[in-house]
């Protein structure tokens, strides 16, 4: 279905929300003005902005340059994993440092260091295909629910910025269903897509998957069958 672009400066979308764009020229600064609209939210008190695309100053400009007042920016708290991996000099106010992209318990650590309570916190990821190019998808899927579960019962957001085909179907439906909400930006429209939750999941029968009634595990399921078709054929081959 097709709306307008959430109005997240007056809107506070509880739990998680997937933003994903497409890959043309202005795609990054289409998410920063996502992002911009979110920190605007008068009901946010505390901002994380989880750096796996950008250092915080370069976060920083842009997001001055997309128009984000000093009073939201000042509001920002960021978890750097980028300037270690670098040798970059840990420079930054208001930042927590993990030394790899993939030391999870940093970051999640982090996180619930940095959350305010009693405050509505907004957690921004920054972006989920930087997280894609440095581990496996089972391991990044765990992550993604670790970190959603630090949100899911609080009145806490946590919102992931993305870009669509940067990664194979499967992967994307994978990490949707992770999602509460998936929001697509199309130029001056967004299409929004329902996701299923986890325990929604967990609940599905067989009969929900061969009636087409839970469409993307019946996806998954095909997937998994051709996978050990190809890799039963493998082992044929190389034991004949």
């Not at 994903?20 to 020229?25: E, G, I, K, L, Q």
């Not at 990054?28 to 250092?55: G, M, P, Q, R």
Request: proline share 2%; net charge negative.
């Amino acid at each position: 279905m097709m709306k307008n672009i959430p109005d997240f400066e007056n809107e506070f979308f509880q739990g998680s929300t997937l933003i994903a764009t497409a890959p043309v020229s202005n795609t990054e600064k289409e998410l920063y003005n996502v992002a911009v609209n979110a920190i605007s939210n008068s009901e946010i008190n505390n901002i994380i902005w989880i750096c796996y695309h950008k250092v915080p100053g370069d976060i920083t400009v842009h997001l001055r340059d997309c128009g984000a007042s000093a009073i939201n920016i000042d509001k920002i708290h960021y978890i750097d994993i980028l300037s270690n991996m670098f040798g970059l000099e840990q420079k930054y106010e208001n930042t927590l440092y993990c030394s790899s992209p993939t030391e999870y318990n940093c970051l999640l650590r982090s996180v619930d260091q940095l959350k305010v309570k009693g405050s509505k916190n907004l957690i921004i990821f920054d972006n989920l295909n930087a997280l894609l190019s440095y581990d496996m998808i089972e391991r990044i899927i765990r992550f993604i629910r670790n970190l959603n579960n630090l949100v899911s019962n609080k009145k806490d957001s946590i919102m992931y910025l993305g870009v669509s085909g940067g990664s194979s179907k499967e992967v994307e439906i994978s990490i949707q269903a992770a999602m509460d909400r998936v929001y697509h930006l199309q130029e001056s429209d967004v299409m929004v897509q329902p996701t299923t939750s986890w325990n929604e999941f967990k609940d599905t029968s067989w009969k929900d998957v061969v009636t087409l009634n839970s469409p993307i595990m019946f996806i998954l399921l095909i997937v998994m069958m051709i996978v050990n078709i190809f890799m039963m054929a493998t082992l044929m081959f190389l034991f004949v």
